[in-house]
């Protein structure tokens, strides 16, 4: 493997975009070429300058701040386009992780690849992966979901095409809504073994390993905080499909009926589980 210098690798280059891990608990866990890049860029863009200015002062950095998160990405994107095509480099921090992760990280990347701007990664801490290498579930073939968005139809519409999935699956969820999402689980996909992780690399990290059902039950009366990865084991092969024993009539209503889709998304949704095309499901009806 060819080593390069700190002068060859490390050198922060003008016209630049770096993408800057940061820790996602102990302060410890940032890289000396993060503390590097962070020091030496013209700017930095931050989700929540409040957040990043704790880290910036705890690690000595000056690099001024420029806010940079989901509700001012597209003008603020634009801004930062322009100061990188004037020459200046710039580091996008999120509030704790591996920026472009369930951020708008992702869009400002595409803005720059789209302009011919080159765009460095400073590998570091991630949340996702931190959970996943502790979950004890497999590690050799993983999907990761990010946040479950939208309506409780919606969010049900989601797990139930990932459920027959054998890979392990990363969920993140903020603390009001955690039980709501593992009672969401539990009904589409079975009492699956998951790994519930908090406060990952603090002092007071937690990690619990159980059933979906034993998680819905403790999170019943204890308050859930903090963020929270969510692991989840992958289907099995001795698991069976929730409409194993459903006519086709009946596995059309479930999801016209409980996942509220209109009648000809549900029949398409029934062919795919069943492996069939849309026209045998519609023949089936009439």
């Known amino acids: 493997m060819t080593e390069f210098t700190d002068s060859e690798k490390n050198r922060v280059e003008s016209g630049t975009l770096y993408l800057v891990a940061t820790p996602i608990g102990n302060l410890s866990d940032i890289s000396e070429r993060a503390v590097k890049v962070l020091n030496e860029v013209s700017f930095i863009a931050a989700e929540d300058t409040r957040v990043t200015s704790k880290l910036l ?10 806010s940079y998160h989901e509700h001012n990405k597209k003008e603020a994107g634009e801004k930062i386009i322009e100061r990188l095509k004037s020459g200046q480099s710039c580091a996008v921090v999120t509030d704790a992780g591996t920026p472009a992760i369930s951020d708008p990280g992702e869009d400002i990347v595409k803005s720059c690849i789209d302009s011919n701007i080159p765009v460095v990664s400073v590998p570091g801490a991630c949340a996702a992966i931190t959970a996943l290498t502790v979950s004890g579930l497999s590690t050799r073939r993983f999907a990761f979901e990010g946040f479950l968005e939208g309506s409780d139809a919606e969010k049900r519409s989601r797990l139930a095409e990932i459920a027959s999935d054998k890979r392990t699956t990363v969920f993140y969820e ?10 969401i689980m539990l009904s589409e996909l079975g009492d699956r073994r998951i790994s519930l992780c908090r406060e990952l690399t603090k002092i007071n990290e937690e990690i619990l390993r159980v059933r979906l059902s034993e998680a819905v039950r403790i999170f019943e009366s204890t308050v859930p905080r903090g963020e929270f990865v969510i692991v989840v ?27 509220g889709m209109d009648k000809m998304s549900a ?20």
């Open 233 to 259: 084991e992958g289907c099995t092969s001795e698991e069976t499909p929730f409409w194993e024993n459903m006519t086709v009539s009946e596995h059309v209503a479930y999801y016209s009926q409980k996942m």
């Open 57 to 66: 002062f705890a690690s000595g950095i000056r690099s001024p701040l420029f």
């Open 267 to 286: 029949m398409k949704a029934t062919a795919k589980d069943r492996g069939v095309s849309k026209n045998s499901i519609y023949k089936e009806l009439i």
């Open 174 to 183: 903020a603390p009001h809504r955690l039980s709501e999402t593992l009672s």
